[in-house]
């Protein structure tokens, strides 16, 4: 074998999907294809799992960094992707032993770079679907091509490195002794060092099925709290409908009973002014009872006349209302259609001739770490930024704001027998969705208080 064929450490990018490792690639053709001078068809519209690899001449990895890329429509990488895999690879911790010692690895639960982590993801370690098990068969096949070194060549020593044992060392009292320590030794530091690794790779195990179960909760936790809100609105609703109803019936009683009331007044007097002219003459007592149903069925005829002018004046108000309610919409449907044509005329211009540049929109907020927001998602975080980061965290944003009042100033939020604000300094806790109002910001006296109320 020739200097210049004499086997390497190699970079690879391998794409793993449901059905194992299904694209392999060097990395020189991973960054073509970042470069866009290559496209990946089959992988259009997709957020693939990819795998960053060292791989060693005897085809062991001694490196993995396991990120996502997405892909448009048009089987195109993003053009805002920019993890640097070999810092990562670099400056990663210790993961399990592949075969040539521990690899150095970085994936969500294990990342050295805190605002890459977001676009990190864990391996599985199930047994029977481990997917570092995977990508060991994979770079054992050799579908890439790679030069292997010959392990059963005589591994020559420089002539320099030689050294003479001294005289007295020549012949040792027991070789058989020291032959069976040195087994023993060897076989002592190898099962420690399976050991440690063995807990090692639980302990990943461990904290990638803990990070998992914490996102879910998360999600059922906001789930179940824009459930609560929708129905704590629809109840209010109800309630004030119901309200304006039972007020309503109370005035129409009002107005019927003064009604009853001056309908039976007006009855009584007419039916005392009939018996005082009965008794002068049946004939003025025919005249006055005409008189009397003409003015009863006239009253009766102007009051009608008053309410259906009110009630028409009302079906014209209403009118008149819904007409204005209508031009409002229309008015600010226009303004709206304004508003997005300045500023897709303006900032979002410049935004997308950024973004084209290369240029990624970071921002930092407590709990979230790092964001890179796409450009489209750059005027929903404009109009609410805090409640962007609550998504982010799998919170509403109500929670959100509290859990960064307590960040910023871990103290207890209790009240005092004097009804001073207790003030007392706690622990912060650091992640949104483990914050739970009334418990996480309140020391331990009225922590005990709180759960006692609750129980009580």
């Not at 591994?155 to 320590?181: G, I, M, S, Y």
């Not at 936790?221 to 309630?239: F, T, V």
């Not at 739970?436 to 759960?451: F, I, P």
Request: include cysteine; hydrophobic fraction near 40%.
């Amino acid at each position: 074998m020739s200097m210049q064929n004499k086997p390497k450490m190699v970079e690879a990018v391998l794409f793993i999907s449901e059905h194992g490792v299904c694209k392999e690639m060097l990395f020189p053709e991973f960054e073509a294809l970042l470069d866009g001078i290559v496209n990946m068809p089959e992988f259009a519209d997709q957020q693939m799992r990819a795998v960053y690899v060292l791989i060693n001449p005897r085809l062991m990895i001694r490196a993995a960094v396991f990120f996502y890329l997405d892909f448009d429509e048009k089987g195109g990488p993003d053009r805002g992707w920019n993890i640097p895999l070999r810092h990562l690879a670099e400056r990663s911790g210790r993961g399990p032993d592949m075969g040539a010692g521990p690899i150095r690895l970085a994936c969500r639960s294990q990342c050295p770079v805190s605002w890459h982590q977001m676009h990190l993801w864990d391996p599985n370690l199930t047994p029977g679907q481990n997917d570092l098990v995977l990508l060991r068969d994979a770079v054992k096949r050799n579908q890439l091509g790679l030069l292997v070194e010959d392990e059963s060549a005589p591994q020559t020593v420089a002539a320099e490195r030689l050294q003479v044992v001294q005289e007295d060392k020549w012949f040792a009292p027991n070789p058989a002794k020291d032959d069976a320590v040195k087994v023993a030794a060897k076989l002592d530091q190898e099962h420690r060092l399976k050991t440690a690794q063995l807990i090692k790779q639980q302990r990943l195990r461990l904290s990638t099925l803990a990070q998992q179960h914490n996102e879910e909760l998360a999600k059922f936790r906001l789930a179940s709290d824009e459930q609560g809100s929708l129905q704590l609105a629809e109840i209010q609703a109800l309630q004030q409908a119901l309200q304006q109803q039972a007020e309503l019936n109370a005035n129409l009683k009002i107005q019927l009973s003064a009604q009853a009331e001056t309908f039976q007044s007006g009855r009584q007097e007419m039916s005392q002014q009939l018996r005082a002219l009965e008794r002068h003459s049946q004939a003025e007592a025919d005249i006055l009872r005409g008189q009397f149903d003409a003015e009863l069925q006239a009253r009766i005829a102007a009051a009608v006349a008053g309410y259906k002018e009110q009630v028409a004046i009302r079906d014209v108000e209403l009118a008149y209302r819904n007409e204005m309610d209508n031009q409002l919409q229309l008015e600010v449907g226009r303004l709206r259609r304004e508003r997005d044509e300045f500023a897709s005329q303006g900032g979002d211009q410049i935004l997308e001739r950024l973004a084209k540049l290369g240029m990624v929109f970071v921002v930092y907020h407590p709990g979230a770490g790092h964001l890179t927001i796409p450009l489209q998602d750059i005027a929903r975080y404009q109009d609410n930024p805090l409640a962007y980061a609550a998504a982010k965290c799998f919170v509403s944003e109500t929670q959100y704001s509290q859990w960064l009042a307590h960040y910023q100033q871990p103290n207890c939020g209790g009240t005092l027998p004097s009804g001073e604000r207790c003030g007392m300094s706690i622990e912060r806790i650091d992640a949104p969705s483990r914050f739970v109002t009334g418990d996480s910001n309140c020391c331990a006296g009225h922590k005990v208080n709180s759960r006692l109320r609750t129980v009580g």
